[in-house]
């Protein structure tokens, strides 16, 4: 491995707290945008649980807040 290269990866394995393999692995896998179907899948269900619960809040909300309802919750202490 070129040393340039080498000394790249340790800093940013640095930056990460990572060893300079774990490092490797982290890069080689996004360059190859290698994920495992049931990552994928994990993935995918855990975004469509979290746009439901948007959607959950959303439809309670009865509409937006005005700055003055928000600045008179703030006094009020309940946000």
């Given at each position: 491995m070129p040393d340039e290269?080498?000394?790249?990866?340790?800093?940013?394995?640095?930056?990460?707290r990572r060893s300079v393999n774990q490092q490797v692995i982290v890069e080689l896998s996004r360059v190859t945008n290698f994920c495992s179907s049931e990552d994928e899948a994990r993935k995918r269900r855990r975004a469509e649980e979290m746009i439901e619960s948007v959607e959950k809040i959303r439809r309670r909300m009865a509409g937006f807040l005005t700055a003055e309802e928000i600045d008179a919750a703030k006094r009020d202490g309940l946000a």
């Open positions: 290269l080498h000394a790249r990866l340790k800093e940013r394995a640095k930056l990460n």
